[in-house]
């Protein structure tokens, strides 16, 4: 079932980087809904970018206008299409999230889709919590804290070359946390699969200190205590 333009602008709100979200009418530009704080000309910008998108892609024959992006001086705009309304999001800070350049970003807000967003987003803390107690087990917050960071700095984008997970993720010295007000936009198998490897060469520089059969017990001991807590 389509959904009405205030549930689109509660729902982009959640989003990545939004910081004013607007939907206005195609006939006359009125309009419909509105993010608290939300500029009062914004509306009017958003119709005049939607109605000029959509005159130029129907006469270049581009085919149906899926969304355009406006960028100016430290700002950008998305602007998406949706049966009888434009939806304009302006970005914060004037950064463009990863989203905004999907081929139909408002399939995102599918509660399927959202569902693997929440999915992988508990996935991701849980992991965040595994590393940390296990960086604590092997001593990272020692005196060997900077030479830990960095290490995790290295990996965190050797792990996930595309970088989404170090822009989600900030290595500290001997923790890792959720960068605040980050999304994630990777798959929870992506989640799990760079975790895997970033615990694999946490072990692993353990062990250079500690030895195998001391990491091996303190591994094991932080399982055990994880496990525990689900019960």
């Known amino acids: 079932m389509a959904k009405e333009p205030a549930e689109l ?6 989003m990545e980087g ?8 195609k006939e006359d530009g009125s309009s419909l809904a509105a993010s608290p704080g939300t500029p009062g000309n914004f509306g009017e910008v958003v119709a005049f970018l939607g109605s000029a998108a959509e005159v130029i892609t129907s006469n270049l024959d581009l085919g149906g206008l899926n969304s355009v992006l406006a960028e100016g001086s430290g700002h950008q705009m ?7 309304a434009y939806l ?9 999230p990863w989203w905004a350049s999907q081929h139909r970003p408002l399939d995102l807000l599918s509660e399927g889709k959202m ?3 929440s999915e992988a987003e508990e996935l991701l803390r849980q992991k965040v919590n595994l590393l940390n107690l296990l960086l604590e087990a092997f001593g990272a917050k020692g005196e060997k804290a900077e030479e830990w960071r960095q290490m995790l700095e290295a990996e965190l984008k050797n792990v996930e070359p595309s970088g989404r ?5 900030e290595p500290g010295p001997g923790l890792v946390t959720l960068r605040p007000g980050a999304k994630t936009d990777l798959a929870k198998k992506e989640v799990g699969d760079a975790f895997e490897k970033l615990v694999n060469l946490t072990c692993k520089k ?11 017990q303190k591994f094991q001991a932080v399982i055990s205590r994880l496990a525990a807590e689900k019960h």
Do not use: Y
């Open 206 to 216: 353990a062990i250079a200190t500690l030895g195998f059969v001391e990491v091996k």
């Open 115 to 117: 569902a693997e967003i």
């Open 165 to 169: 997970l170090a822009r989600m993720v």
């Open 9 to 14: 602008v509660d729902g982009i709100l959640k």
């Open 18 to 25: 939004v910081r004013h979200c607007a939907a206005v009418s």
């Open 88 to 96: 304009g999001v302006e970005f914060a800070e004037g950064n463009t």
């Open 78 to 84: 998305l602007i998406v299409p949706h049966e009888q």
